[in-house]
């Protein structure tokens, strides 16, 4: 079975910056990060190919979070910077089919995700 577990969430100041990590077992394919903030939508953050040579994020967080993954260590990463309040989130990894869409260029299906980690970011 497919099991992910997510790490390294936490409080910053905005402005600040965050790293999250997510340890796979198991057969995985593409791999990303959503979110879900209390009374909203879980939201896609970001994916990355099983290779790891294409990647993909919501306008949102673009230029401000790199996602990446060392394959040979089964984990996959989130690194955060320049975080602001609208970032706070119960963040997720999750495995799967890349999924085409606009505008991102892809999302991921998430057929298999960890048990969430939190990020608060207060001003």
């Known amino acids: 079975q497919v099991q992910l577990v997510e790490s390294g969430g936490g409080s910053v100041q905005a402005g600040g910056s965050l790293n999250l990590s997510c340890t796979y077992s198991?057969?995985?394919?593409?791999m990303g990060w959503f979110r879900q903030a209390p009374g909203k939508e879980r939201q896609f953050v970001a994916a990355?190919?099983?290779?790891?040579?294409?990647?993909f994020y919501t306008d949102s967080v673009k230029g401000r979070f790199i996602v990446s993954r060392e394959n040979a260590k089964n984990t996959l990463y989130l690194q955060m910077n320049s975080l602001t309040p609208e970032d706070t989130a119960v963040y997720f990894c999750?495995?799967?089919?890349?999924?085409?869409?606009?505008?991102?260029?892809?999302?991921?299906?998430?057929?298999?995700w960890g048990q969430g980690t939190q990020v608060t970011v207060s001003s």
């Open positions: 999750a495995s799967g089919p890349l999924l085409r869409s606009f505008p991102e260029g892809a999302t991921l299906r998430g057929d298999y």
């Open positions: 198991g057969r995985t394919f593409a």
């Open positions: 990355i190919t099983h290779t790891g040579g294409e990647t």
